[in-house]
Nanobody
Framework: QVQLVESGGGLVQPGGFLRLSCRASGTIFSNNVMGWYRQAPVKQRELVATSTTAGTTNYADSVRGRFTISRDNAKNTVYLQMNSLKPEDTAVYYC?????????WGQGTQVTVSS
Protein backbone atom coordinates (compact mmCIF):
# COMPACT_ATOMS: atom_id res chain seq x y z
CA GLN A 1 0.00 0.00 0.00
CA VAL A 2 1.07 3.53 -0.78
CA GLN A 3 0.07 6.50 1.32
CA LEU A 4 0.05 10.00 -0.15
CA VAL A 5 0.10 13.25 1.76
CA GLU A 6 -0.46 16.54 -0.04
CA SER A 7 0.39 20.01 1.13
CA GLY A 8 0.66 23.53 -0.21
CA GLY A 9 -2.91 24.42 -1.00
CA GLY A 10 -4.45 27.69 0.04
CA LEU A 11 -6.04 30.94 -1.03
CA VAL A 12 -4.34 32.98 -3.72
CA GLN A 13 -5.31 35.93 -5.89
CA PRO A 14 -5.73 35.60 -9.66
CA GLY A 15 -2.35 35.73 -11.32
CA GLY A 16 -0.68 34.36 -8.23
CA PHE A 17 1.14 31.13 -7.66
CA LEU A 18 1.24 28.09 -5.41
CA ARG A 19 3.41 25.03 -5.15
CA LEU A 20 1.81 21.76 -4.18
CA SER A 21 3.76 18.88 -2.75
CA CYS A 22 2.87 15.21 -2.42
CA ARG A 23 4.99 12.73 -0.53
CA ALA A 24 4.48 9.01 -1.01
CA SER A 25 5.31 6.39 1.55
CA GLY A 26 5.00 2.63 1.72
CA THR A 27 5.95 0.18 -0.99
CA ILE A 28 6.96 2.35 -3.92
CA PHE A 29 7.75 0.64 -7.19
CA SER A 30 10.25 2.34 -9.42
CA ASN A 31 8.34 2.44 -12.71
CA ASN A 32 5.28 4.30 -11.51
CA VAL A 33 3.21 7.25 -12.57
CA MET A 34 2.40 10.05 -10.18
CA GLY A 35 0.22 12.98 -10.92
CA TRP A 36 -2.27 15.60 -9.92
CA TYR A 37 -5.99 15.63 -10.48
CA ARG A 38 -8.55 18.19 -9.44
CA GLN A 39 -12.24 18.36 -8.78
CA ALA A 40 -14.42 21.42 -8.49
CA PRO A 41 -17.68 21.14 -6.52
CA VAL A 42 -20.00 20.46 -9.46
CA LYS A 43 -17.52 19.02 -11.92
CA GLN A 44 -15.91 15.68 -12.65
CA ARG A 45 -12.44 14.93 -11.42
CA GLU A 46 -9.99 15.80 -14.16
CA LEU A 47 -6.37 15.16 -14.88
CA VAL A 48 -4.08 18.10 -14.33
CA ALA A 49 -0.64 16.64 -14.90
CA THR A 50 1.20 13.34 -14.62
CA SER A 51 4.80 12.29 -14.60
CA THR A 52 6.49 8.94 -14.93
CA THR A 53 9.51 7.95 -12.91
CA ALA A 54 11.61 8.61 -16.00
CA GLY A 55 10.24 12.13 -16.27
CA THR A 56 7.76 11.84 -19.11
CA THR A 57 5.03 14.39 -18.43
CA ASN A 58 1.49 14.97 -19.56
CA TYR A 59 -0.62 18.08 -19.00
CA ALA A 60 -4.19 19.08 -19.40
CA ASP A 61 -4.61 21.69 -22.11
CA SER A 62 -6.07 24.10 -19.59
CA VAL A 63 -2.88 24.19 -17.52
CA ARG A 64 -0.15 23.61 -20.06
CA GLY A 65 2.32 26.46 -19.98
CA ARG A 66 1.20 27.60 -16.54
CA PHE A 67 1.72 24.52 -14.37
CA THR A 68 4.82 22.38 -14.08
CA ILE A 69 4.97 18.92 -12.57
CA SER A 70 8.26 17.65 -11.22
CA ARG A 71 9.51 14.72 -9.18
CA ASP A 72 12.18 13.93 -6.68
CA ASN A 73 12.34 10.17 -6.89
CA ALA A 74 14.83 9.89 -4.05
CA LYS A 75 12.23 11.51 -1.79
CA ASN A 76 9.21 9.83 -3.41
CA THR A 77 7.75 13.27 -3.83
CA VAL A 78 5.94 14.96 -6.68
CA TYR A 79 5.38 18.70 -6.98
CA LEU A 80 3.05 20.92 -8.90
CA GLN A 81 4.17 24.48 -9.51
CA MET A 82 1.08 26.50 -10.33
CA ASN A 83 1.66 29.90 -11.89
CA SER A 84 -0.68 32.49 -13.38
CA LEU A 85 -3.55 31.04 -11.43
CA LYS A 86 -7.10 31.67 -12.60
CA PRO A 87 -10.40 31.46 -10.73
CA GLU A 88 -11.27 28.39 -12.78
CA ASP A 89 -8.30 26.62 -11.21
CA THR A 90 -10.22 26.58 -7.93
CA ALA A 91 -10.67 22.96 -6.90
CA VAL A 92 -9.57 20.25 -4.55
CA TYR A 93 -6.30 18.91 -5.87
CA TYR A 94 -5.56 15.23 -5.40
CA CYS A 95 -2.26 13.46 -5.69
CA UNK A 96 -2.27 10.08 -7.42
CA UNK A 97 0.09 7.13 -7.57
CA UNK A 98 -0.31 4.31 -10.05
CA UNK A 99 1.72 1.17 -10.66
CA UNK A 100 0.06 -1.43 -12.83
CA UNK A 101 -3.25 -2.16 -11.10
CA UNK A 102 -2.14 -0.61 -7.83
CA UNK A 103 -3.28 2.95 -7.28
CA UNK A 104 -3.54 5.35 -4.38
CA TRP A 105 -5.05 8.77 -3.80
CA GLY A 106 -4.16 11.49 -1.38
CA GLN A 107 -6.72 13.19 0.81
CA GLY A 108 -6.78 16.32 -1.32
CA THR A 109 -5.75 19.89 -0.74
CA GLN A 110 -7.94 22.90 -1.44
CA VAL A 111 -6.79 25.54 -3.88
CA THR A 112 -8.90 28.67 -4.06
CA VAL A 113 -8.16 31.43 -6.55
CA SER A 114 -10.13 34.53 -5.73
CA SER A 115 -9.75 38.26 -5.28
Amino acid sequence: QVQLVESGGGLVQPGGFLRLSCRASGTIFSNNVMGWYRQAPVKQRELVATSTTAGTTNYADSVRGRFTISRDNAKNTVYLQMNSLKPEDTAVYYCNYQWRAVGSWGQGTQVTVSS
